[in-house]
């Protein structure tokens, strides 16, 4: 069964999905920037027999609080080691999708006597060149209007990057697009700058990368 949760920590409480044998070491799942926790159910309906998988809403986004603007993204891998000691988890698996590649490179450095293992779908590591065209694109998010047309511009931003290919998984991330307007907005203003590349320099424990 995959079950909903929360965990207090000192600055607020924040929401994750867990499921799989627990006397197993877990696996940490970080969701991409615009998404939360949920986009990994499908998965974890395929690992739960086996695995222990536990996927938190970052901070801004799905059920978890609302923090203070940061401006980097590591203040969010912050927020995401302060809950996994607060559930007293000490070895672990890390996995991250885009945004959440990176943070995975970020603890895996950090915590190298923590982290057995880091993949990474799709991680961020772009020369400097390549990443001012990111920037000018990527660089902010709708927030709420009297006339709702963010609605229609939250729409066409996930159809455009693929939201189109499966309906209710559109209307899905559509929702949470919405509710981390904000969130998602700090994340695109500072992520272009965060050094994945220095992290993943220090990363010691076995890789896979994916896409």
């Known amino acids: 069964m995959i079950k909903k949760a929360y965990v207090d920590t000192p600055p607020g409480q924040i929401h994750y999905y867990e499921c799989g044998p627990r006397e197993k070491e877990p696996i940490i799942f970080l969701h991409q920037n615009v998404s939360g926790g949920i986009m990994y159910l499908k998965s974890f309906e395929i690992l739960q027999s086996n695995y222990h998988c536990i996927a938190f809403d970052f901070p801004g986004f799905g059920m978890s609080f609302d923090p203070p603007e940061f ?11 302060v ?11 890390v996995l991250g999708n885009h945004t959440g590649a990176a943070m995975a490179a970020e603890i895996a450095s950090l915590y190298p006597e923590r982290v057995r293992t880091c993949m990474m779908v799709g991680p961020t590591l772009l020369k400097p060149e390549e990443v001012d065209p990111f920037r000018e694109q990527f660089s902010g998010s709708a927030g709420p209007d009297h006339a709702a047309e963010y609605l229609k511009v939250t729409w066409d931003y996930i159809y455009n990057l693929g939201g189109n290919l499966e309906i209710e998984n559109m209307n899905q991330e559509v929702w949470s697009s919405l509710r981390a307007w904000e969130a998602r907005g700090w994340v695109y203003q500072c992520v272009w700058d965060y050094r994945f590349d220095l992290f993943m320099e220090k990363v010691s424990c076995p890789i896979l990368l994916m896409a």
Request: glycine share 0%; charged share 20%; proline share 0%.
């Open 71 to 81: 401006s980097s993204i590591s203040d969010v891998t912050q927020y995401i080691m």
């Open 83 to 93: 809950a996994i000691d607060a559930l007293e988890i000490d070895t672990f698996h």
